[in-house]
């Protein structure tokens, strides 16, 4: 049976619309699209680079002195400081008499050495400045930064006791055989001593660490020094060298018309002052880890010995006349 005259009129119209239909995406794809951008080229490789090569190195600057100041690199000699000096591990600072220096880290760190110290530089890194006091009294101050820590050591030369702060400040003495006080001005400081003992020194505190022996329990820091003399005896001396002995408090720095001293555990000191003839001021003063002090003097007199004194029986002779009596020629 042959379809209606209807239908095959519609079928033509069908067809062409499924085709008009199908050639809209061909021809928004070939007309309409946008041509897309051109792919990057590829990037140059990157170079490796190690973390030893990626690391600056960390030094230590001899920011500022005054007097007589030395420097020993490793095992060289000594030689004259010059300002903004680098110092590396194993490098060797050390002040002179009435002398002072200033070492700096960057901005984390800085170390006052007073006169007559001693120290050396044993560890540097972005993270750690560990340095070791030889001898005498240094001061220092760690700022902290934000998201940067960094610990500064202070190890004494000769003992067990090891002060460490990571924000702070604090002084050290150090009798060059030992015997450590330590006094803090700011902050919180670690203080270890034998066998990893260790206490918080606090703000306003001081500790002490003796040879072989852990830290003393945190007290307040003093406000006077305690200084007791021994002078000779009599303001009048006829030898050219007297004792001078005193004592003061454990870790006390002690000075003896201006040259250090060292002083044992318990605080005594001796030392053999040399006399001019004449009048001679003896000026002794103790310093404490708080910055108190504490003088004394004495004023000695160095006279003229007197002649020897004659044995009993002995005749005096004039070899003049001796020799002028026996007819020999004058002297």
Known sequence: MAAPPSRRRQAPFLVGLVLILAALPVGWFVFLRETPAPLPPPSQPRATVT????????????????????VKHGTGEWEPARKDMPLRPTDVVRTGRGSWAVVLNGESVELRM??????????????????????????????????????????????????????????????????????TREGDVKLTGKEGKYVIVRAGQRSIVRPGQGPTEPSPIPSTVFLKMEWPAGKTQRKPEVAVAGRT????????????????????????????????????????????REDAQRELTLVAPPPPRKKPGTIE???????????????
Do not use: C, W, Y
């Not at 973390?51 to 030395?70: D, H, I, P, Q, R």
């Not at 750690?128 to 610990?151: F, M």
């Open 51 to 70: 973390a030893a090569e990626a690391k600056k190195a960390v030094e230590l600057v001899l920011s500022s002195f005054e007097g007589t100041v030395e």
């Open 114 to 183: 007073e006169a007559d110290t001693e120290i050396s530089v044993e560890e540097l890194s972005d993270e750690l400045s560990k340095v070791l006091l030889g001898s005498g009294l240094a001061t220092a101050t760690v700022r902290g930064r934000p998201n940067v820590r960094h610990t500064f050591v202070l190890k004494a030369k000769g003992g067990d006791a090891e002060a460490s702060t990571s924000q702070g400040a604090f002084t050290m003495t150090n009798n060059g055989k030992g015997t450590v006080s330590v006094g």
């Open 249 to 292: 408090e454990p870790g006390s720095r002690v000075t003896v018309d201006g040259v250090s001293v060292p002083t044992d555990e318990e605080g005594n000191f001796t030392v053999n002052v040399a006399l001019k003839k004449g009048s001679n001021k003896v000026q002794v003063s103790a310093v404490g880890v708080g910055g108190a």
């Open 317 to 331: 002779v004039d070899s003049r006349i001796f020799n002028e009596t026996v007819g020999a020629p004058p002297p």
